[in-house]
């Protein structure tokens, strides 16, 4: 009484074809572009969470796979009261960045994207990273935009305050 499964054949129109075909390749779109707010996967900062400045879809000559760099956020800002002295609140909101180009394999995209005006690609560039300078003048200035946005996030659409820098602000509980 079992019936056998019945083979479908492939139709000209879909359906079978093979994985990773150039059909299906292509109609997928590119949804990690810069300002999109990723989370690490592996690594040092694996469970991190860090905004795309530049994509490399195609590879570089130093780095021949997809990539992309990454700034992130190492060490959030801690929960701050009232009750706490000035300087106790200063060293609470601190927070620890880091730069680094990162494979696509690596990465978690989520649905936030930081607004416009944080202007993600100007965060750092490729010939910072060429230098162990370039790097830390980029850790300051990521360290010194996050901390400013932080503190006040931008307003969206609706006059609140974007939930995608405030996404970014939390620690990642996991």
């Not at 992130?72 to 002295?85: F, H, N, Y």
């Amino acid at each position: 009484f079992w019936l056998k499964p019945t083979r479908l054949k492939p139709s000209g129109l879909g359906g079978a074809t093979p994985r990773g075909s150039a059909r299906r390749r292509g109609a997928m779109g590119k949804f990690i572009k810069a300002g999109r707010v990723v989370v690490l996967l592996q690594g040092r900062y694996a469970g991190k969470k860090a905004i795309v400045a530049k994509v490399f879809d195609d590879g570089s000559r130093a780095r021949p796979f997809g990539h992309c760099l990454v700034a992130g956020v190492d060490k959030a800002p801690l929960k701050v009261t009232k009750r706490m002295s000035k300087r106790k609140i200063t060293k609470r909101q601190r927070v620890k960045p880091f730069v680094k180009y990162v494979n696509f394999n690596h990465l978690m995209p989520t649905r936030y994207q930081v607004p416009a005006e944080v202007q993600p690609a100007a965060m750092v560039t490729d010939q910072q990273m060429d230098t162990p300078d370039g790097r830390i003048e980029a850790r300051k200035y990521v360290k010194k935009l996050l901390q400013e946005k932080f503190l006040q996030p931008p307003a969206d659409k609706s006059g609140r305050p974007s939930k995608d820098v405030i996404y970014l602000r939390k620690k990642l509980r996991f």
